[in-house]
């Protein structure tokens, strides 16, 4: 990685970020305010909790993992990396098993179907799973595997900038979503973050990079 590379992959995750760090406040601001219940923020009212704990731990989630992708910062500060990273594996379980129990056991939207329902347990479950593996695999000291298991970790955390993205430009062009087209979208986002996941584990890296990980992994 060059350190043009180093400089701007964390702005641009901290930018894609934005969508579902601006979301959550929203919603934060929403509950707090007291604002009028409608069908589709009726859920969140009835029981806020688990809301407000995903929105919270998806933020500090997107935002602070932006700076773990920029490897200068690793090298300089080893201590500062394994601390963000005890924060990560705990901020991304909560989010995910907090996003878990409002799929499961929230009233569903007219738009959320079975489908739609099911990818979301497949990829929040995901989402904890590689979590652990990575967490497994620094306590191995296996840093190849630790970097691959976090970055598709964190592809999965950030679905909701991309699902954003795509069910925006969706319905500028077509107008609004069905179930079945949202489920497909929603799916295809976290397809596409997993890609670009895949593509980063794979691309070439100095071995600086990896040394500066073995010394300052999460443990």
Same mark, same amino acid.
């Given at each position: 990685?060059?350190?043009?590379?180093?400089?701007?992959?964390?702005?641009?995750?901290?930018?894609?970020?934005?969508?579902?760090?601006?979301?959550?406040?929203?919603?934060?601001?929403? =509950? *707090?305010?007291? &604002?009028?219940?409608?069908? +589709?923020? /009726?859920?969140?009212? #009835?029981?806020? $909790?688990?809301?407000?704990?995903?929105?919270?731990?998806?933020?500090?989630?997107?935002?602070?993992?932006?700076?773990?992708?920029?490897?200068?910062?690793?090298?300089?500060?080893?201590?500062?990396?394994?601390?963000?990273?005890?924060?990560?594996?705990?901020?991304?379980?909560?989010?995910?098993?907090?996003?878990?129990?409002?799929?499961?056991?929230?009233?569903?939207?007219?738009?959320?179907?079975?489908?739609?329902?099911?990818?979301?347990?497949?990829?929040?479950?995901?989402?904890?799973?590689?979590?652990? =593996? *990575?967490?497994? &695999?620094?306590?191995?000291? +296996?840093? /190849?595997?630790?970097? #691959?298991?976090? $970055?598709?970790?964190?592809?999965?955390?950030?679905?909701?900038?991309?699902?954003?993205?795509?069910?925006?430009?969706?319905?500028?062009?077509?107008?609004?979503?069905?179930?079945?087209?949202?489920?497909?979208?929603?799916?295809?986002?976290?397809?596409?973050?997993?890609?670009?996941?895949?593509?980063?584990?794979?691309?070439?890296?100095?071995?600086?990079?990896?040394?500066?990980?073995?010394?300052?992994?999460?443990?």
């Amino acid at each position: 990685m060059n350190s043009r590379y180093d400089k701007l992959l964390p702005v641009a995750i901290i930018l894609f970020s934005a969508v579902p760090v601006l979301g959550g406040a929203l919603r934060l601001t929403e =509950l *707090g305010a007291g &604002a009028e219940i409608t069908p +589709d923020n /009726a859920r969140f009212f #009835a029981s806020p $909790v688990p809301v407000v704990v995903h929105a919270v731990t998806v933020s500090v989630y997107s935002l602070l993992g932006a700076f773990q992708f920029a490897p200068g910062l690793r090298r300089r500060r080893p201590g500062w990396h394994r601390l963000a990273g005890r924060v990560l594996v705990l901020c991304g379980l909560v989010g995910a098993l907090s996003g878990l129990w409002m799929t499961a056991f929230y009233p569903k939207p007219a738009d959320v179907g079975a489908f739609l329902t099911g990818v979301r347990l497949v990829f929040g479950t995901a989402w904890a799973v590689f979590l652990v =593996l *990575g967490f497994l &695999a620094i306590r191995r000291r +296996d840093v /190849a595997g630790h970097r #691959a298991w976090m $970055v598709r970790a964190f592809a999965i955390g950030l679905g909701a900038g991309t699902q954003a993205v795509l069910l925006g430009s969706w319905i500028a062009a077509t107008g609004p979503l069905d179930q079945l087209s949202k489920a497909l979208l929603m799916l295809a986002a976290w397809v596409v973050n997993l890609a670009v996941a895949e593509w980063i584990i794979r691309k070439p890296h100095r071995t600086t990079t990896r040394t500066a990980l073995a010394r300052g992994g999460t443990r």
